[in-house]
């Protein structure tokens, strides 16, 4: 009896110490929001006011005549959806291959694209940047775009994973039948590994949503940049003038998308982070 | 990665009868096996082509341009070790590896509070869900805009940060601005980010722990400390050594929060990170050779390191599925 008490205190205990730490966490972006809803002059009010008297919706109309909030949105949709639609299709095609398919060296070549795994981005940005500078396609999103619909090797190394799992069985009564590989595919492999697709989908598009270190590099024109740009650009240009509710509203902007496509998605996507990384 | 191996190995098996059955029976078997080895080849060339343009050619290409002296659009001039003995003697370079390594510092802390974490939300308390979804919201939030919110925050009369402290008592320091402290602002606010997903990994190696162990811990008179010190901590071993090096390889990248939140590198260069001298040199100075050398060293850093994942990840035989 006294062991299931003192379990239950320190449930409690616990219980508290999460409740502050998720207020916490959370404390920031609240606090983000509210300074978006106030009024220049009471930013600075001290103490803080988490609830504004006069609540201010106002800077969600001016930051679209503020900056290229709008055609940033457009440029990172326009990335993020060819870059991972078409990429998630080779991916999950050589995935397929890989998996299932006989070819010689196939294990060899799958460990030669591994190795890219081991390679940072700032390795490789300054021959890339000098190849695109010399097809004229600095300030053109296609750098941004072009690598990565080749194929992501984390998507088909998780998705080889994945297909192994799955007995060769299936694609052998595909075989006897004579259907065409590429008709085995879309017909059986697809449809079976579409969960798994979906979760390595949207790991793949938050981090291209939020990359900034590859869109600095190419775009400069205003109506070039990126969403994650514009907000960098909106921060160092709005602070001179002290307008923290611009700023944060643009930036509330910028996390809204990947918010709702979290809170929609987030028994699948918390689920496959668990599992990716602990297989990984 | 440790079951990619093993797995590769196990698929090397059937794959090397099967080329065996189908040289010894008869020709219309070998047909098809070509048939399928020409389809096999071209779902994977468009990767294969993207690793050899994209990655391969960049690479050995840092290589060679961090032995000249090159400004991105003229003629590579060939200068020898000249920027690799130049490395060892520009402060800034060394000012940067010191910070980039300096706020590898969080690391160990931002893991012990997510462990911490897992273990609570592991027992039967209400509300786990929520927690996961509120802990997890900064991991999924952009870190440009996130970058831009913590400067805010870290503003040294109005911001957050010191207001809270005020509270407290703490008169705060203006975080951004002072050498001493920017580091420990970027570093606190990369732990804030990253707390989450690390919480969710223990949890999910804590939620694969048997139940029976503790139960049987218990019975032996095994006290909260010894329980967590001789199962659980064994238990979440492999999913500390992913994230210790996931987050070396990530913080040996860190870039996008500096370039925000100090934009020219910090006081005294105290918060420019390895990269962000790098981006600095190549597309600010044009120093693209120089540059490139910085690049090359830092990803045989982190390729060490990854070797060292590799490698000791073989090693432990301890598997979560």
Same mark, same amino acid.
């Given at each position: 009896?006294?062991?299931?008490?003192?379990?239950?205190?320190?449930?409690?205990?616990?219980?508290?110490?999460?409740?502050?730490?998720?207020?916490?966490?959370?404390?920031?972006?609240?606090?983000? %929001?509210?300074?978006?809803?106030?009024?220049?002059?009471?930013?600075?009010?001290?103490?803080?006011?988490?609830?504004?008297?006069?609540?201010?919706?106002?800077?969600?109309?001016?930051?679209?005549?503020?900056?290229?909030?709008?055609?940033?949105?457009?440029?990172?949709?326009?990335?993020?959806?060819?870059?991972?639609?078409?990429?998630?299709?080779?991916?999950?095609?050589?995935?397929?291959?890989?998996?299932?398919?006989?070819?010689?060296?196939?294990?060899?070549? %799958?460990?030669?694209?591994?190795?890219?795994?081991?390679?940072?981005?700032?390795?490789?940005?300054?021959?890339?940047?000098?190849?695109?500078?010399?097809?004229?396609?600095?300030?053109?999103?296609?750098?941004?775009?072009?690598?990565?619909?080749?194929?992501?090797?984390?998507?088909?190394?998780?998705?080889?994973?994945?297909?192994?799992?799955?007995?060769?069985?299936?694609?052998?009564?595909?075989?006897?039948?004579?259907?065409?590989?590429?008709?085995?595919?879309?017909?059986?492999? %697809?449809?079976?590994?579409?969960?798994?697709?979906?979760?390595?989908?949207?790991?793949?598009?938050?981090?291209?949503?939020?990359?900034?270190?590859?869109?600095?590099?190419?775009?400069?024109?205003?109506?070039?940049?990126?969403?994650?740009?514009?907000?960098?650009? %909106?921060?160092?240009?709005?602070?001179?003038?002290?307008?923290?509710?611009?700023?944060?509203?643009?930036?509330?902007?910028?996390?809204?998308?990947?918010?709702?496509?979290?809170?929609?998605?987030?028994?699948?996507?918390?689920?496959?982070?668990?599992?990716?990384?602990?297989?990984? | 990665?440790?079951?990619?191996?093993?797995?590769?190995?196990?698929?090397?098996?059937?794959?090397?009868?099967?080329?065996?059955?189908?040289?010894?029976?008869?020709?219309?078997?070998?047909?098809?096996?070509?048939?399928?080895?020409?389809?096999?080849?071209?779902?994977?060339?468009?990767?294969?082509?993207?690793?050899?343009?994209?990655?391969?050619?960049?690479?050995?290409?840092?290589?060679?341009?961090?032995?000249?002296?090159?400004?991105?659009?003229?003629?590579?001039?060939?200068?020898?070790?000249?920027?690799?003995?130049?490395?060892?003697?520009?402060?800034?370079?060394?000012?940067?590896?010191?910070?980039?390594?300096?706020?590898?510092?969080?690391?160990?802390?931002?893991?012990?509070?997510?462990?911490?974490?897992?273990?609570?939300?592991?027992?039967?308390?209400?509300?786990?869900?929520?927690?996961?979804?509120?802990?997890?919201?900064?991991?999924?939030?952009?870190?440009?805009?996130?970058?831009?919110?913590?400067?805010?925050?870290?503003?040294?009369?109005?911001?957050?940060?010191?207001?809270?402290?005020?509270?407290?008592?703490?008169?705060?320091?203006?975080?951004?601005?002072?050498?001493?402290?920017?580091?420990?602002?970027?570093?606190?606010?990369?732990?804030?980010?990253?707390?989450?997903?690390?919480?969710?990994?223990?949890?999910?190696?804590?939620?694969?722990?048997?139940?029976?162990?503790?139960?049987?811990?218990?019975?032996?008179?095994?006290?909260?400390?010894?329980?967590?010190?001789?199962?659980?901590?064994?238990?979440?071993?492999?999913?500390?050594?992913?994230?210790?090096?996931?987050?070396?390889?990530?913080?040996?990248?860190?870039?996008?929060?500096?370039?925000?939140?100090?934009?020219?590198?910090?006081?005294?260069?105290?918060?420019?990170?390895?990269?962000?001298?790098?981006?600095?040199?190549?597309?600010?100075?044009?120093?693209?050779?120089?540059?490139?050398?910085?690049?090359?060293?830092?990803?045989?850093?982190?390729?060490?390191?990854?070797?060292?994942?590799?490698?000791?990840?073989?090693?432990?035989?301890?598997?979560?599925?």
């Amino acid at each position: 009896m006294s062991h299931k008490k003192r379990t239950k205190i320190a449930d409690m205990l616990i219980f508290a110490a999460l409740s502050a730490g998720a207020v916490v966490m959370i404390a920031p972006l609240l606090w983000m %929001f509210s300074t978006s809803l106030k009024q220049k002059s009471d930013v600075f009010a001290l103490p803080p006011v988490w609830i504004p008297a006069d609540i201010n919706w106002g800077k969600y109309l001016e930051i679209w005549e503020a900056g290229p909030l709008l055609t940033g949105i457009q440029n990172s949709l326009i990335i993020s959806l060819s870059v991972c639609l078409v990429g998630t299709f080779s991916s999950s095609l050589a995935a397929f291959a890989f998996a299932k398919l006989r070819l010689a060296y196939k294990n060899v070549i %799958f460990l030669l694209l591994l190795s890219a795994m081991m390679i940072p981005y700032p390795s490789l940005m300054i021959p890339q940047f000098s190849m695109f500078a010399g097809m004229g396609w600095v300030d053109t999103l296609l750098p941004l775009i072009i690598p990565p619909i080749f194929g992501n090797i984390v998507m088909i190394f998780f998705l080889r994973q994945y297909l192994i799992n799955i007995p060769n069985s299936v694609i052998e009564a595909a075989k006897i039948d004579g259907s065409s590989f590429f008709g085995m595919f879309t017909k059986i492999i %697809f449809p079976l590994i579409k969960p798994a697709v979906a979760a390595q989908l949207i790991l793949w598009f938050m981090g291209v949503w939020n990359d900034y270190l590859a869109p600095i590099i190419y775009l400069n024109s205003p109506e070039k940049l990126t969403i994650q740009l514009v907000i960098a650009n %909106f921060n160092a240009n709005y602070a001179i003038q002290t307008d923290y509710p611009l700023i944060m509203a643009a930036s509330m902007i910028a996390l809204l998308p990947m918010l709702v496509v979290f809170l929609i998605f987030q028994r699948q996507i918390i689920e496959s982070i668990a599992i990716s990384g602990v297989k990984g | 990665m440790e079951t990619a191996k093993v797995e590769v190995n196990k698929n090397l098996q059937p794959n090397v009868d099967a080329s065996k059955n189908s040289k010894r029976v008869k020709k219309k078997k070998s047909n098809f096996y070509k048939k399928e080895s020409r389809a096999a080849l071209i779902f994977i060339l468009s990767p294969l082509i993207g690793y050899l343009i994209f990655t391969l050619y960049p690479f050995l290409f840092s290589i060679y341009a961090s032995f000249t002296a090159w400004n991105g659009l003229g003629s590579m001039n060939f200068v020898g070790i000249d920027n690799y003995v130049k490395l060892f003697t520009d402060d800034y370079f060394g000012r940067s590896l010191f910070n980039t390594l300096f706020m590898m510092v969080g690391i160990p802390i931002g893991l012990l509070v997510s462990l911490m974490l897992a273990m609570g939300l592991n027992r039967k308390i209400p509300g786990t869900t929520t927690f996961r979804v509120i802990y997890y919201i900064p991991v999924i939030s952009s870190l440009a805009a996130i970058s831009v919110l913590w400067q805010w925050a870290y503003n040294g009369d109005y911001g957050l940060v010191n207001q809270f402290l005020s509270v407290i008592g703490i008169d705060g320091p203006n975080w951004l601005q002072n050498k001493d402290t920017v580091k420990p602002a970027l570093m606190i606010m990369a732990i804030w980010k990253g707390l989450g997903f690390s919480m969710l990994l223990y949890l999910a190696a804590l939620q694969s722990v048997p139940r029976i162990y503790y139960e049987a811990a218990e019975l032996d008179g095994a006290n909260a400390f010894q329980r967590f010190k001789n199962i659980t901590w064994p238990m979440v071993k492999p999913v500390t050594f992913f994230l210790v090096i996931t987050n070396i390889i990530g913080g040996a990248q860190m870039f996008t929060e500096v370039n925000i939140m100090t934009p020219t590198g910090g006081p005294e260069y105290s918060s420019a990170t390895v990269v962000f001298y790098i981006w600095q040199k190549a597309f600010n100075n044009l120093q693209m050779g120089y540059a490139s050398t910085m690049s090359v060293v830092l990803g045989l850093i982190i390729f060490i390191v990854t070797l060292i994942q590799f490698k000791l990840n073989d090693r432990s035989s301890f598997e979560i599925d």
